[in-house]
């Protein structure tokens, strides 16, 4: 069975920080891309970050704040979320598609490219 449990989330204060964990279990890192996925209230879900044949993706809007990271032994990708704001509250998701599919990297950051979903953390910072 396809696995991928996100903890981590919580309450948070504006400038804040908070680190994400996805356990990944019934797929490999090796054959799978691993992205970081949220949706606010109202809002479509969109891509945050994504690790990708060795390189990282990530939104304009998280770049410089969110660092995404994988350890392979424990079967773990982080996302290292800094200097929060008001904007970053959502559920977040991390979800995996097959590394081979990943058509050079152009198309991480769309929900409809992942196969497998984690159940979602709510991160909620306070303004």
């Known amino acids: 069975e396809v696995r991928l449990v996100e903890s981590g989330g919580g309450l948070v204060q504006a400038g804040g920080s908070l680190r994400l964990s996805c356990v990944v279990s019934?797929?490999?890192?090796?054959?799978?891309?691993i992205g970081w996925l949220r949706q606010a209230p109202g809002k479509e879900r969109e891509g945050v970050s994504c690790l990708h044949e060795g390189r990282i993706f990530s939104a304009d809007s998280v770049k410089g704040r969110f660092t995404i990271s994988s350890d392979n032994a424990k079967k773990t990708v982080y996302l290292q979320m800094n200097s929060l704001n008001a904007e970053d509250t959502a559920v977040y998701y991390c979800?995996?598609?097959?590394?081979?599919?990943?058509?050079?990297?152009?198309?991480?950051?769309?929900?409809?490219?992942?196969?497998?979903w984690g159940q979602g953390t709510q991160v909620t910072v306070s303004s």
């Open positions: 019934g797929i490999t890192l090796d054959d799978y891309s």
């Open positions: 979800a995996a598609f097959m590394t081979a599919l990943g058509e050079g990297g152009g198309t991480w950051s769309f929900p409809w490219k992942y196969e497998y």
